[in-house]
């Protein structure tokens, strides 16, 4: 074969090659639906993939994009993948309420045999195996459980109140210290979901780099490495296993693994129940065996066991973490807000003759209010994703006369709903009365989703909130929130985090100035 032949089918590759992809790209075009204009080969996620800004901003700029504007939902694509990106909220409701069965899974997951803690727990999980680890992990988040968790809560709300009075003032007149607020809110969720889940005492303000601070800080590290797995989990998750790719990295797991285990073995040796997540859990590996003399296929045993427990340490710490040291940069930032919520805590310490009870977090209604426009700004999830899997499809009238396949990616842009003037005016401005009790009526319904939405909605958000409260209590009952000179004028968001952080870190300065109570 001559080397002039050779080129030819050289060029005749590339141009079938080019062709192919063209007309792949054309998929919505076709199909009458109204889209994002894509490029050859990324898709829509060039944007993404050259991490100019974060992943909340790039989801913003496809949901404001010109071509998408008044459209209930576009047309896009996640690399060759077609998806949909839903901008109405009645459309929005369907998909992830009304219609769930025919949007029961989430899009996005991780390798099964690879990173089986990373793939196996709630909220990767599949059904039918989602709906019945749901079913039985349900009852830890019941009315009684929170009230019997909330002592431990208590206990190291004391602790991290301790360890704030402890730090040694960087100015003696002035009576003040500077920290990095994520890592300290960082210690106070680690150590209670310790404490809660598995009845471990981590000690994180004693022991800053303990091995469970460590590896939780492990998982959420998002380096360029970390920033490419996740991507391909969200986006491109039938590559995740070539890549060896993991959610929970191979040291975080065999330590997570290995600390379980040995938990639960010391708990069913001593038969002293504690009420915590291993209580439950050990209930689960005891169904096992009924189970499996039921013909049952889906049996709680091993990894499937250890991975909920992981979802409940990884989800636990990091989101309501990130809440309270965003919460703390905006308070610290509008000292006004500040003084109103700590003269509410103040009141409420007085009521209570200075204790610390569930009661009083509960008569927290400002505290409330702040709580949900900081997760409104900073939504620790910027996007949610499912994935239809119904197999005659799904009908879209009377928006559309399209019927969306089985196995299309659906995208819910929530950073984006959240920051629509439309839905909330002057979106960009730390406006807690949005949710007063009387401007909550007033809002679009299912345009606000910092938990999800629908039967796949976090589980966890009444303790999140109770976890988060706790803890702004125990650093505003003797310290005053205010910025310094290494604090951002202006939040700016890291462009390598999927799940939503502060790039350099939340920097702040705290003043000795007790409440009195």
């Known amino acids: 074969m001559t080397l002039g032949t ?14 192919y992809l063209r007309q792949h790209y054309a998929y919505w075009t076709r199909r009458g639906v109204p889209e994002l204009r894509p490029r050859l080969l990324l898709g829509n996620l060039g944007g993404l993939l050259s991490m100019r800004t974060s992943p909340a901003d790039f989801i913003g700029e496809l949901y404001n994009h010109p071509d998408a504007q008044d459209k209930p939902f576009v047309g896009i694509h996640v690399f060759h993948k077609p998806a949909l990106l ?15 069965p025919k949007f029961a ?3 996005s997951n991780s390798d099964y045999k690879g990173d089986p803690l990373g793939s196996q727990n709630l909220f990767f999980l599949k059904n039918p195996a989602w709906k019945e680890v749901r079913l039985k992990l349900s009852p830890f988040f019941t009315s009684n459980r929170l009230k019997h968790m909330f002592k431990l809560i208590d206990e190291v709300g004391c602790n991290l109140d301790a360890y704030l009075r402890q730090q040694p003032l960087h100015n003696e007149r002035m009576r003040c210290f500077d920290l990095e607020a994520k890592e300290l809110c960082a210690l106070f969720t680690t150590d209670v979901i310790a ?25 959420f590290k998002f380096s360029l490495k970390r920033a490419a797995e996740f991507t391909l989990v969200f986006f491109l998750p039938q590559l995740v296993p070539y890549f060896g790719f993991k959610v929970v990295p191979d040291e975080s797991t065999e330590f997570l693994r290995k600390t379980i285990n040995y938990v639960m073995a010391e708990r069913e040796k001593s038969k002293q129940p504690r009420n915590d997540l ?27 066991l250890v991975a909920q427990a992981v979802i409940f340490f990884t989800a636990g710490f990091e989101s309501s ?40 977090i509960e008569s927290l209604e400002y505290m409330q209010m702040i709580l949900q ?33 089985k196995g299309t990616p659906i995208y819910i842009p929530t950073y984006a709903l959240h920051m629509d003037p439309q839905y909330y005016p002057q979106p960009k401005q730390f406006q807690p009365e949005r949710f007063s009790s009387s401007n909550r009526k007033l809002h679009t319904p299912y345009t606000y989703m910092p938990f999800g939405l629908g039967p796949h909605g976090c589980i966890g958000e009444r303790y999140s909130f109770l976890q988060a409260k706790v803890g702004l209590v125990y650093v505003l009952r003797n310290h005053l929130v205010t910025t310094s000179e290494r604090t951002h004028r202006r939040m700016k968001l890291d462009p390598k985090a999927i799940i939503l952080q502060a790039e350099g870190g939340i920097n702040l300065r705290l003043v000795r100035d007790p409440l009195g109570v």
């Not at 209580?279 to 499937?304: H, M, Y």
Request: charged share 25%; aromatic share 10%.
């Open 6 to 19: 050779l080129l030819l089918i050289l060029v005749l590759l590339l141009v079938s090659g080019y062709y």
């Open 86 to 100: 839903l901008r109405d909220p009645t459309l929005i409701k369907r998909i992830m309420v009304k219609d769930f």
């Open 105 to 107: 899974n989430r899009y």
């Open 195 to 219: 404490t809660v889940a598995y009845g471990v005492q981590a000690n994180s303000f004693k022991h800053p780099n303990s091995e469970f601070r460590r590896h939780g800080r492990a998982v």
């Open 278 to 304: 291993i209580d439950l859990l050990i209930d689960f590996k005891r169904s096992t065996q009924q189970a499996q003399a039921e013909g049952n296929q889906f049996v709680f045993e091993g990894d499937i």
């Open 321 to 360: 973490s990130s809440t309270m040291a965003f919460a703390m940069y905006e308070l610290a930032r509008h000292p006004e807000v500040q003084q109103r919520l700590r003269a509410e805590i103040k009141n409420a310490l007085t009521a209570s003759g200075g204790r610390v009870t569930q009661q009083l």
């Open 373 to 405: 426009e900081v997760l409104r700004m900073y939504p620790p999830l910027p996007f949610l994703d499912r994935e239809c899997t119904s197999e005659d499809g799904y009908d879209l009238a009377p928006f559309h006369k399209f019927c969306v396949p």
